[in-house]
């Protein structure tokens, strides 16, 4: 038995979880509402405040599908309640951040600025020049438009120049040596 896959998801108080035919899962909260379309195979069921999922056999993609499933249903608990956030710094001499409206402007060493419009259901806050809060309820988008942001300028390994995330380690190299 898939040990992510059998734990109950509790449902935490004002949050409403409905389970449509082919399992779209809808997820409403006080930050707002989540809506997925998870495996069909699965059993998803909600009872006394807690989402249970089930397979149907022990087929290698059934047991997969379990784990995914239940974590999916998880996750859009958190995100409507809680919320994610993933942070990004700026290191670099002349690399800064603005906020305009609902864009995010970069000047990133390039001749021109780099200009992100945030996308609906995430929002991005600056903390100084050079600290970017990618927040949302949506895991995956935040996740991925914090990378979008993050592809924009990696960091590199000599200096460590470029966005990376606030818990990420560069792993530095030693420059060459002249005579």
Do not use: C, W
């Amino acid at each position: 038995m898939s040990r992510i896959g059998k734990l109950p998801v509790e449902i935490p108080a004002g949050v409403e979880v409905n389970v449509a035919e082919n399992n779209v899962v809808t997820v409403k909260g006080p930050k707002g509402t989540l809506s997925q379309s998870l495996p069909t195979e699965m059993d998803i069921e909600v009872k006394d405040n807690q989402v249970i999922v089930t397979r149907p056999n022990d087929l290698k993609k059934m047991k997969s599908y379990h784990g995914l499933t239940r974590t999916l249903i998880a996750n859009m608990v958190t995100g409507v309640t809680k919320g994610y956030e993933k942070v990004l710094e700026i290191n670099g001499v002349g690399y800064r951040a603005q906020k305009q409206g609902k864009t995010l402007v970069l000047s990133l060493g390039y001749s021109h600025p780099v200009e992100m419009v945030d996308p609906e259901g995430i929002e991005t806050v600056l903390d100084g020049q050079n600290k970017i809060t990618v927040k949302g309820i949506d895991k995956q988008k935040v996740g991925q438009f914090a990378a979008e942001i993050r592809d924009k300028r990696r960091p590199e390994p000599y200096k460590g120049k470029g966005i990376k995330y606030a818990d990420e380690v560069i792993r530095r190299k030693v420059g060459k040596t002249g005579k």
